[in-house]
């Protein structure tokens, strides 16, 4: 009998199992679990489908759309040239002027040049009526075009037009995003703040994220007594709670907004009631909404639910018996609230806070219809960039900070509490 | 009402009642005194008011009628937290967001001790549960019954002088179950606190209890001692639910001081010891443990009734035969025998005479 050789091969032979015809384990398993994965994979496949058509690709194009804006350079080929040709730096000389005429002309016979007007009109206000009242002359123009164009209008000779127009001349820009903060660039392509007038949208952010605070907390605050009432009532009174929380979400938005405008307007039910019981005089009436307090008010009532659900499922699974051990330990029942019932709810807490935050700096129409001046947020500013200035590109970047201001939230979340600590349900 | 021994009375319920609806009493009238030092057990089906009792006791219930006295004193007004009574409840309730050692750690804290008190005490607890390692552990990284040692040191780990405990072992399997049994009787030897346990495993109660308490319909049918209260039940309800036992009923022919006669459905005559019939002609249910009936015909007592009996079953079980026997009339008369050498393993079919002694065998009530 010769020695058969132990050893590393003989333990590597047993590592890796073989069925009983001799094909190897794993890929018999594999073989074996094919048809269940491609059956599984078949059913997911139409919802995969639909969340790419319906959720990716759009929020893909409007990322690109922030970052992008071709309604210069492509309707504008001579003057990119010249642009490209010359560096910055170099004062537009005879060509460049040229180039404008013959971008114009043809911008005029193409009805193009509203969209390069616009365009430019975003980095410097005023001066869409620039390039359309030009173009519609453009025709008549004799060379030297440097001196026809300062006849027709002198603003052709402003540097910032022409730093505008380069920095238009690149599809890609970053502009759209330094405008989203309240920044531009100067003359030289510097980041500057942007004129006192038009910084709107750090103070809009700042305010959306105090607002959506606001109403989270006030959320929790309202919603917590209720979702321990429904997990812990008996069932029947609990149902009618439960019905009772769900209400609002089976009557239209517009209707709950609309009768918070009945209830709180200057002559509407809460002041008169207030009035009548000569709580406040009749010329004190209390302004509720058309302000922050409008906002606050409507928008705590529509999210509210959101808040009291996954509260309650949490505490739904929390037993009476933990309170009650608390207590024959000899712990009051501010303790044992504190000590023991509170922190098992943090999983609640934070679904729901994070829910109802993430809501209310989304939220558009509550904000419009009960808002005023002083109540409106982020989104209705990004609504009215896509509906009424048509600056798409500005919407799609203010869009893109709230959305990373989102996933910046989840992330800080996920390091505080933790993602798998949250309970939607 | 039986009140045995233990008459200091360190809990004791006077003539409460409960009623959650106003319309039924879950307690009727409960007198129950027990003594310092005591392992009493509540024991009954479920609804039979037992678990109210202790709820009650603990303090999460209040009683509708009555007093409950702790060490002389009522605390029907006390709130639970200052009643200082340790409690071990069914699923365990340990504190899931809390460590080991800060579980046992609340009950310390709360009562302001000193944070190396409160160490020492922690730790000493946990050794006397052999789960001095586990102190970092949280609960839901410990087995069920890792996690029932450590309920129960919460329970004990601030000293109390009474301690509560609610079908605490209802979710170990039999092994782990039967070693706890003897572990928390143990721990009751040693620390001399005062236990009310409540369960509905019969089995349980005999093992470790002091006296047991057969709650049903929500009173007490019998207190006693384990030995007594399966030997010499009161009433056919507690002949029934502890331990194993054959019912036979007829009518009561004759009545003496400490030995009656019954005619039994099918006109056989039996000996039996009389409990609560009260004379001839009344109806009765008689109640004989398997393990009391002899069918040797050399070990009967002489002079003797003896009864016809056909085997329809022979169940082997290892260290018991269990034999079912067809016995006036009645299908399930079961007799049990110790699987030791030489003892008769009955065949279906077979007929044989079986008796006991009369004082095994007890006239009861006919509920």
């Known amino acids: ?425 | 009402m039986v009140r045995a021994g233990h008459d200091d009375g360190f809990v004791v319920f006077d003539h409460v009642q409960k009623s959650y609806d106003g319309e039924t009493l879950v307690v009727k009238d409960l007198d129950l005194s027990i003594g310092k030092g005591e392992f009493l057990t509540m024991l009954g089906p479920s609804g039979s008011g037992k678990t109210t009792c202790l709820m009650m006791l603990a303090g999460f219930e209040t009683a509708t009628h009555g007093d409950i006295r702790l060490a002389g004193r009522p605390i029907n007004h006390i709130p639970p937290h200052r009643r200082g009574i340790g409690m071990v409840f069914q699923n365990y309730a340990l504190f899931p967001h809390m460590t080991v050692g800060e579980n046992l750690s609340f009950p310390l804290e709360v009562r302001r001790m000193s944070r190396s008190d409160r160490e020492a005490k922690v730790m000493r607890a946990l050794d006397m549960v052999q789960m001095g390692q586990f102190v970092n552990r949280r609960p839901a990284q410990l087995s069920g019954g890792q996690q029932q040692r450590i309920a129960l040191a919460r329970a004990l780990v601030f000293e109390p002088e009474l301690v509560l405990m609610d079908e605490p072992l209802g979710a170990l399997d039999k092994q782990l179950r039967e070693h706890m049994q003897f572990e928390i009787k143990h721990l009751h030897d040693r620390l001399g606190v005062t236990v009310v346990y409540v369960t509905h495993d019969q089995g349980e109660a005999l093992t470790m209890s002091d006296r047991i308490a057969v709650f049903n319909d929500g009173r007490i049918q019998q207190l006693a001692p384990p030995q007594v209260l399966y030997e010499r039940p009161d009433n056919s309800f507690v002949a029934q639910f502890i331990g194993e036992n054959n019912r036979l009923e007829g009518v009561v022919e004759q009545l003496g001081p400490d030995r009656c006669t019954v005619r039994l459905t099918n006109g056989e005559i039996i000996d039996a010891a009389p409990v609560n019939v009260r004379g001839a002609g009344e109806r009765t249910v008689i109640s004989i443990r398997p393990e009391r009936v002899e069918f040797m015909p050399e070990r009967l007592p002489p002079g003797a009734h003896t009864l016809e009996a056909e085997v329809l079953e022979f169940i082997y079980m290892g260290d018991m035969f269990r034999t079912r026997l067809r016995v006036a009339g009645s299908d399930n008369f079961v007799i049990k025998s110790r699987n030791s050498a030489g003892q008769a393993r009955l065949r279906p079919g077979e007929t044989l005479r079986i008796g006991w002694l009369a004082e095994d065998c007890r006239a009861l009530d006919a509920a």
């Open chain 1, 1 to 425: 009998m010769s020695d058969i050789p132990i050893g590393p091969t003989a333990t590597a032979r047993q590592q890796r199992l073989e069925t009983a015809d001799g094909t190897p384990l794993k890929s018999a398993l594999a073989r074996a679990s094919r048809r269940q994965k491609l059956r599984a994979l078949a059913l997911v496949a139409p919802l995969a489908l639909f969340i790419i058509v319906t959720f990716v690709l759009p929020i893909g194009q409007m990322l690109l759309r922030s970052v992008n804006n071709t309604q210069f350079s492509d309707n504008m080929p001579a003057l990119v040239q010249w642009f490209a040709e010359n560096p910055p730096g170099i004062d537009p000389d005879e060509a460049a002027f040229a180039a404008l005429v013959s971008d114009l002309r043809n911008g005029a016979a193409q009805r193009t040049v509203g969209s390069v007007g616009t365009r430019i009109n975003y980095e410097v206000p005023g001066t869409r009526s620039l390039f359309t009242a030009t173009a519609r002359r453009a025709a008549d123009l004799e060379p030297p075009y440097r001196e026809a164009l300062l006849e027709v209008n002198s603003d052709w000779a402003r540097e910032d037009i022409w730093a505008a127009m380069r920095g238009a001349s690149q599809a890609y820009t970053a502009n759209f995003y330094l405008a989203a903060v309240d920044r531009k660039r100067d003359l030289d392509g510097n980041i500057v703040q942007s004129d006192p007038q038009n910084r709107v949208y750090v103070q809009l952010f700042l305010r959306t994220f105090m607002l959506s605070g606001v109403i989270t907390l006030i959320c929790l605050l309202l919603g917590f007594p209720v979702a321990h009432l429904l997990a812990t009532l008996p069932l029947r009174k609990s149902n009618l709670l439960m019905i009772l929380v769900l209400l609002p979400f089976w009557t239209s938005l517009l209707v709950r907004t609309t009768s918070w405008i009945v209830l709180l307007q200057g002559q509407g039910v809460v002041n008169n009631v207030l009035v009548a019981l000569g709580v406040i005089g009749d010329d004190g009436r209390l302004a509720l909404m058309y302000n922050q307090a409008g906002t606050i008010i409507a928008m705590t009532h529509v999210l509210l639910p959101f808040m009291i659900l996954p509260l309650y499922s949490v505490m739904k699974t929390i037993p009476p018996s933990y309170a009650r051990a608390a207590r024959s330990l000899g712990a009051t029942s501010w303790t044992t609230f504190r000590r023991i019932y509170l922190p098992q709810t943090i999983p609640g807490i934070g679904a729901g806070s994070i829910l109802v935050f993430i809501l209310a700096m989304g939220y558009y129409i509550t904000p419009a219809l009960v808002g005023g001046a002083t109540g409106q947020l982020i989104s209705n500013q990004i609504a009215f960039h896509m509906q009424n200035s048509l600056n798409w590109s500005l919407a799609a970047a203010l869009a893109a900070l709230l959305l990373g201001a989102v996933l910046l939230l989840y992330w800080v979340y996920d390091r505080l509490v933790g993602i798998d600590n949250m309970k939607l349900g």
